[in-house]
């Protein structure tokens, strides 16, 4: 079970929070939470900070951002190349950390309106497979030379994903 | 105001099959594309170990600086192997020199980009600081130039970009979502303003 939030502060400033349980065979094994701000800048969008953390120790954590292009409601396209990984062995239980040194940035121009996509995957002790949380940023559309948000209403199609597997 | 666009190629470079980068630009030119080229120039000349690190550190796509660093710890590896030949030692430490200072390569042109970014959900030990970018726009077609200092301090921000190109917008600190111009007075949109300091 996870509930998540979209904030948008001004029209170049958004993040997402999110929390939720996670388990195996209906037994609860962790509470997650990450969160993701996005600043706008020209073409360019910065996952930053780009956080994590669990309630018990994980391992292969693995930070993703990818960019996809596309409008309000659409599932978006994946925007060839811009896949950025950032991965942590091993993280203790509460302790948060951080895509580092900068988080994730994508940059394109060539599509009129964007979502960056970012998640977060881990493993928990001798369990198969891995939990992963994902999230759609808000739509960002070209206006003039530079990208804005374009509300905290306005997201892709399927902006949230949380599971397993294996 | 131009930008310098260099094709310095080593001999044999015109019968090369397509280079790696797929968005070109000045600065693939530059870097990027040669240094693809120095890999496989190694690779014939039966050094393909060195060839492949080379290829492993350059990125398909250029759209940020992440992979900066690897490729000058490469290069300057290639620069001291004694099993390089001289010429593709002396390409390797030109290809350092270019990373060292890519707007000597490029050239003044394009524009920059520079935002305050401040987290809502700022940590302890972080304070807010400018992010800023060098875009080729409008000297060629949109593409990644070189990322900028995240840096507290504006002066040093304009100093950064004023070395690059004449089209600078700053999103400052005390109006972050309003883009202000700080390039040159002839080249400013009729829309933008012009920066001013947030004490005046």
């Known amino acids: 079970m996870t509930s998540g939030c979209y904030d948008q502060y001004g029209v170049t400033s958004a993040d997402y929070e999110q929390t939720g349980d996670w388990g195996w065979d209906g037994t609860t094994l962790g509470l997650a939470e990450t969160y993701v701000e996005w600043t706008l800048n020209g073409a360019q969008n910065t996952a930053k900070p780009f956080e994590y953390h669990t309630s018990v120790p994980t391992k292969n954590v693995l930070f993703e951002g990818n960019l996809l292009y596309g409008g309000v409601g659409q599932l978006g396209t994946q925007v060839s190349g811009k896949i950025g990984t950032y991965a942590i062995s091993s993280v203790p239980a509460w302790e948060n950390v951080y895509w580092q040194p900068n988080g994730y940035k994508s940059y394109d121009s060539s599509k009129s309106c964007y979502s960056q996509l970012d998640g977060w995957t881990w493993s928990y002790g001798n369990y198969p497979g891995y939990w992963y949380v994902s999230v759609k940023s808000i739509v960002y559309c070209k206006s003039g030379s530079a990208y804005y948000f374009q509300g905290d209403n306005a997201l892709p199609a399927s902006p949230t994903k949380a599971g397993w597997s294996s | ?200």
């Open chain 2, 1 to 200: 105001m131009l930008c310098l666009h260099r094709r310095r190629r080593l001999a044999g470079a015109a019968n090369d099959p397509q280079p790696k980068s797929k968005n070109m630009s000045r600065r693939t030119d530059a870097l990027e594309t040669p240094a693809d080229l120095l890999g496989r120039r190694l690779q014939r000349f039966g050094l393909a170990m060195q060839s492949t690190r080379l290829h492993g550190v350059i990125p398909d796509e250029v759209s940020g600086d992440e992979h900066l660093e690897l490729l000058r710890q490469v290069l300057t590896t290639l620069a001291e192997d004694p099993a390089v030949p001289p010429e593709f030692e002396a390409e390797a430490k030109r290809l350092l020199r270019v990373a060292d200072n890519l707007p000597k390569a490029i050239g003044r042109c394009g524009t920059v980009y520079a935002a305050w970014a401040s987290s809502h959900r700022r940590r302890r030990d972080e304070a807010g600081c400018y992010t800023c970018y060098w875009d080729q726009a409008p000297d060629g077609t949109p593409a990644f130039l070189e990322q900028g200092p995240q840096v507290p301090d504006l002066d040093l921000v304009r100093e950064w970009a004023h070395a690059r190109s004449d089209r600078v917008y700053v999103r400052p600190a005390w109006a972050p979502d309003t883009a202000f111009w700080a390039g040159a007075p002839t080249l400013r949109p009729n829309n933008i303003e012009p920066l001013r300091d947030a004490s005046k």
